[in-house]
């Protein structure tokens, strides 16, 4: 997982929580880096995994709720960085299709050993979409809120459902509907 997730949570986690917790998650996982991140290192995905994991038990928020708020918030103030791939797309659904053979395809350029989620667009009507979503990550919560962002720039409101293809999370399908 690149340095740029760990960056942004703990950004995240020093916003909404302080810096005592920022602290207290360093000491209480077990990281291989030791908490040390560069926004272009590569980490194993195992200690955001551990990260969030303590931060759900410290704050009693389920992980999913985390992961949601996380990626809105990585969505503000990361993605933002990427507004082209905004302004080339003229909605939401326009832009969630073109995640899987443009935009994550240009970040696979820039860093070239990043993990990224597989995603499958199927547009059912001008205001339906599906998404699959397929990772061994299943950061599926994650993708939610990225869509919810997603939604909140291009000002619609996007009915979100979820269906799981796979119990473990590693296949999600979402069901979007523009109202
Ligand atoms: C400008 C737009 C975007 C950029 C630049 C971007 C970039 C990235 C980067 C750098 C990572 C980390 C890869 C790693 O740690 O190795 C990532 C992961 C991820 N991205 Fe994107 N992304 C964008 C849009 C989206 C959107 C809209 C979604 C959701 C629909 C999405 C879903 C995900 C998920 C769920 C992950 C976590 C890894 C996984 O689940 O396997 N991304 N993305």
Request: hydrophobic residues 35%; contains cysteine.
């Amino acid at each position: 997982m690149k340095g740029v997730v760990f960056t942004g949570f703990f950004e995240l986690v020093e916003e909404k929580f302080g810096y005592e917790m920022v602290d207290r998650l360093i000491e209480s996982c077990n990281l291989e880096s030791d908490g040390i991140y560069t926004s272009i290192g590569t980490y194993n995905h195992s200690e955001i995994v551990q990260l969030v994991t303590k931060l759900s038990e410290f704050t009693e928020i389920p992980v999913p709720d985390l992961l949601q708020v996380f990626a809105k918030f990585f969505g503000n103030n990361h993605l933002r960085k990427y507004e082209t791939f905004y302004k080339s797309a003229k909605d939401t659904f326009a832009f969630l299709e073109s995640i899987h053979d443009h935009i994550h395809v240009e970040v696979k350029k820039i860093y070239p050993d990043a993990e990224l989620p597989h995603f499958e667009a199927h547009r059912i009507s001008d205001k339906k979409l599906d998404l699959i979503y397929t990772s061994s990550r299943k950061m599926s919560s994650f993708a939610e809120g990225l869509i919810e962002d997603t939604a909140a720039y291009y000002q619609e409101t996007i009915d979100i459902k979820k269906e799981f293809l796979e119990a473990d999370g590693s296949k999600v399908k979402f069901i979007l509907t523009q109202q």
